[in-house]
Structures are given as structure tokens and as C-alpha cells.
């Protein structure tokens, strides 16, 4: 099912965070269950300007509504809550 948001929203696919960290140190259980701040935009609402689909994102911590489309989880988010483009 594809999905198509409306105005200023796009759509993310949360990216969880690895479990252990570039220099080797492994996360503890109760950190790694924090909720995703990082994902790929999916699709751009047509009002949405500076991200494209592809694009990874940081975003507001509880930010957005999430929702569950043919067993996968998505965020939809607002202007206001997609805080930067990461850019590698």
C-alpha cells in the first residue's frame, strides 16, 4: 500500500539505533529500547519544502503520529517536529 501525506507532513521509516557504538561499546538493553529520533523519509507531502524521499532525518523524539502499514511502522510528522537532514 503506498501512502501519499497531505500538505506539510512527510513520512519516515524510523531507523533503530545499533546496538553497539563505533568504537566497540555496546549499548545496555535499557538504552537501546529508546524510541528512534533518526529515519528515511518514505514520501513528501506536496506543501513539505528541503527533504526528499530518501532523505535521512533526525526528528522530534515523541514527535508525529505512528502508524502501521502492511507490518511495517511509520511515523507521519509535521513540518515542526523533522529537526535536521543528516548528511553523511
Known amino acids: 500500500m503506498d501512502i501519499k501525506p497531505l500538505g506539510e507532513r512527510v513520512v519516515v521509516k524510523p531507523i533503530e539505533e545499533e546496538s553497539k557504538t563505533k568504537g566497540g561499546i555496546y549499548v545496555p538493553d535499557t538504552a537501546a529500547k529508546e524510541k ?3 529515519g528515511e523519509v518514505i514520501a513528501v507531502g506536496p506543501d513539505f519544502q528541503g527533504v526528499k524521499k ?3 532525518v533526525l526528528f522530534a523524539k515523541y514527535g ?14 509535521g513540518v515542526d517536529d523533522v529537526l535536521a537532514v543528516l548528511v553523511d
Open 36 to 38: 528512534p529520533q533518526q
Open 54 to 56: 530518501g532523505d535521512k
Open 64 to 77: 508525529g503520529t505512528e502508524i502501521k502499514l502492511d507490518e511495517e511502522e511509520y511515523v507521519v510528522l
